[in-house]
């Protein structure tokens, strides 16, 4: 984590939901000046929102007039290990969405891993603005054939939709997605967006090709400045 990104979570502001699953938490790091949207990021099923792509992605939104809103389930505020059902993690984001809407600006539904199953199958329902799939999960590691790519179809049936997923992601490298689906590459990333040491760009230039891709998809929605300060071009 650069001294950027440690400052700005310092100074995030956390907020406490209650939800038909239980209390959830949102760490909102707010747009540096007049905000265009809010981009909801929720975590996997094996981590918080401690990983390194929503971090980089806190950090980097703001400038560019999006809010950005961290989202821990319940299950993980309550200290719990293991994820519950999916309906159960489908309620707990539907619950706090209020909380997401209140400052009346257009919602994008995102998360990674699990956290973006979570946005997919309740997007349109929620009417969330778009939609932002991290490290989707197309498939369980060495089982293609147990797709889950009719989540994607509802995410993209509620607006529009960019996946950033990592070129060795064992859950589902970017060839593997089925056509409309096409993700942008992180080049060596791993499902955490992680690349080896000995690959040809390091881990910020990995994590810089994620948020550029994200800002840049934002700004062509009108949902972000495409420069710090709110400038357009």
């Known amino acids: 984590m650069t001294s950027s990104q440690t400052a700005r979570t310092a100074s995030a502001a956390t907020e406490s939901v209650d939800t038909p ?10 747009a540096a000046r007049a905000a ?32 950005v ?18 309906k159960t993690l489908d309620a707990g984001w539907t619950g706090l969405w209020p909380a997401l809407a209140k400052p009346g600006l257009p919602v994008i539904a995102g998360g990674r891993s699990a956290g973006a199953r979570v946005a997919c199958r309740t997007a349109k329902e929620l009417g969330a603005a778009a939609v932002l799939a991290l490290s989707f999960p197309l ?6 054939e147990k797709s889950r790519a009719a989540e994607l179809d509802l995410g993209a049936a509620a607006g529009p939709l960019l996946i ?3 070129g060795n992601d064992t859950f589902g490298r970017p060839a593997e997605f089925p056509p409309g689906h096409a993700p942008a590459e992180v080049p060596y990333g791993d499902h955490s967006f992680a690349v080896p040491k000995r690959a040809e ?9 994620l948020t550029d891709a994200v800002s840049g998809w934002l700004a062509g929605l009108g949902h972000a400045s495409a420069r710090p300060g709110g400038r357009k071009g």
């Open 21 to 30: 699953a239980g209390e959830a938490r949102i760490t909102w790091h707010r």
């Open 36 to 67: 265009r949207s809010v981009l909801a990021l929720g975590h996997g099923a094996g981590g918080g929102i401690e990983a390194r792509d929503l971090v980089a992605l806190a950090a980097a939104l703001p400038a560019l007039g999006v809010s």
């Open 69 to 86: 809103a961290l989202v821990e389930q319940p299950w993980r505020v309550a200290g719990r290990k293991l994820a519950p059902a999916p």
């Open 139 to 144: 498939h369980p590691p060495g089982k293609p």
């Open 164 to 166: 950033v997923q990592g």
């Open 201 to 209: 760009l390091t881990q910020d230039a990995a994590l810089a090709v």
